[in-house]
Nanobody, 124 residues
C-alpha cells in the first residue's frame, strides 16, 4: 500500500513555471514506477509523464515533451514534475500515481494508487 499526496499547484501566467511534488508514504516507494496524469474540465484523464523505479528512464506525452521534466528522490519518497513554458491548455487537475510491475507505464489502468490531485491554472 502507498498513499500519495500532491502539492505545488496554483495559478500562473502563460510562460511561467511551477513544480509539483508528490510525497509517498511507506518504505517501498522505490519499487513503484511513478506517473503524472492530468484531467481538464470535460475531458478524460490523460497521461503526462512517467519515471521508472530507479529514475533511469522517463517518458512524456507529446504535448509536454521539452517543457516538463519528471524526477524522483527515492530517499525522500517524492516524485516531482517541473513544468516550464506553461500554456493555458495545461490547465487541469494534476494527479500523481504509482504502479507496480511495469517499467514505464503510460495508461491509467496500469496504476494502482492515486493521489487526490492538485489544481494547476494557467492564465493567458
Amino acid at each position: 500500500q502507498v498513499q500519495l499526496v500532491e502539492s505545488g499547484g496554483g495559478l500562473v501566467q502563460a510562460g511561467g513555471s511551477l513544480r509539483l511534488s508528490c510525497a509517498a508514504s511507506g518504505r517501498t516507494f522505490s519499487t513503484y514506477a511513478m506517473g503524472w496524469f492530468r484531467q481538464a474540465p470535460g475531458k478524460e484523464r490523460e497521461f503526462v509523464a512517467v519515471i521508472a523505479r530507479s529514475g533511469g528512464s522517463t517518458g512524456y506525452s507529446d504535448s509536454v515533451k521539452g517543457r516538463f521534466t519528471i524526477s524522483r528522490d527515492n530517499a525522500k519518497n517524492t516524485v516531482y514534475l517541473q513544468m516550464n513554458s506553461l500554456k493555458p491548455e495545461d490547465t487541469a487537475v494534476y494527479y500523481c500515481a504509482a504502479a507496480r510491475g511495469y517499467y514505464v507505464p503510460s495508461t491509467s489502468s496500469q496504476y494502482g494508487y492515486w493521489g487526490q490531485g492538485t489544481q494547476v491554472t494557467v492564465s493567458s
